[in-house]
């Protein structure tokens, strides 16, 4: 069910009985249209671990020594975010066994993102702080401070 334009703050689809609750946030969540995002919401296990399907490949890939995200349960915080956090947040980084070229290259390539100096827009973002916003550091102050050449940053906005 589309909740756009009562919210649930007026509507409560799953509770009308609903599989699905989704809505635009950018509307009347929002209230300034300085974002762009949605929700996608259901009471059904079967059908939320469907929707968390898309995060999970990433942490299986060969090419990516650790991802950070407090929704998965490599994370290693997991339990103090499950009892802060409501959820798990738009914001993930993962780390590439990789030269910063290579890091480069693939943040070149990611189609669903778009390539940012640093975060905080209202679009879905990836960055690569090695060479964008600590390239001044040097390789020695980055290394220490845990940036690594393969680091890269994510700020997911849901559409």
Same mark, same amino acid.
């Given at each position: 069910?589309?909740?756009?334009?009562?919210?649930?703050?007026? &509507?409560?689809?799953?509770?009308?009985?609903?599989?699905?609750?989704?809505? =635009?946030? #950018?509307?009347?969540? +929002?209230?300034?249209?300085? #974002?762009?995002?949605? =929700?996608?919401?259901? %009471?059904?296990?079967?059908?939320?671990?469907?929707? !968390?399907?898309?995060?999970?490949?990433? +942490?299986?890939?060969?090419?990516?020594?650790?991802? @950070?995200?407090?929704?998965?349960?490599?994370?290693?915080? &997991?339990?103090?975010? /499950? !009892?802060?956090?409501?959820?798990?947040?738009?914001?993930? =980084?993962?780390?590439? +066994?990789?030269? %910063?070229?290579?890091?480069?290259?693939? *943040?070149?390539?990611?189609?669903? @993102?778009?390539?940012?100096? =640093? /975060?905080?827009?209202?679009?879905?973002? *990836? #960055?690569?702080?090695?060479?964008?916003?600590?390239? +001044? /550091?040097?390789?020695?102050?980055?290394?220490?401070?845990?940036?690594?050449?393969?680091? *890269? /940053? @994510?700020?997911? !906005?849901? !559409?």
């Amino acid at each position: 069910m589309d909740n756009t334009f009562l919210t649930p703050a007026l &509507q409560r689809p799953l509770e009308l009985g609903a599989d699905i609750s989704v809505l =635009s946030t #950018t509307k009347y969540i +929002d209230g300034h249209n300085a #974002t762009v995002g949605g =929700s996608l919401a259901t %009471n059904d296990g079967a059908l939320a671990e469907r929707f !968390r399907l898309i995060r999970k490949w990433l +942490d299986a890939h060969p090419a990516v020594a650790r991802v @950070c995200y407090p929704g998965l349960k490599s994370f290693p915080q &997991q339990g103090l975010a /499950l !009892r802060q956090q409501r959820a798990a947040g738009g914001m993930l =980084s993962f780390e590439l +066994d990789a030269t %910063n070229e290579i890091a480069v290259q693939v *943040i070149n390539s990611v189609q669903l @993102c778009s390539r940012a100096e =640093s /975060l905080g827009g209202v679009e879905t973002l *990836i #960055t690569h702080p090695a060479s964008t916003t600590h390239s +001044d /550091l040097g390789h020695d102050l980055r290394a220490h401070l845990g940036i690594s050449e393969g680091l *890269i /940053l @994510c700020q997911r !906005r849901d !559409r």
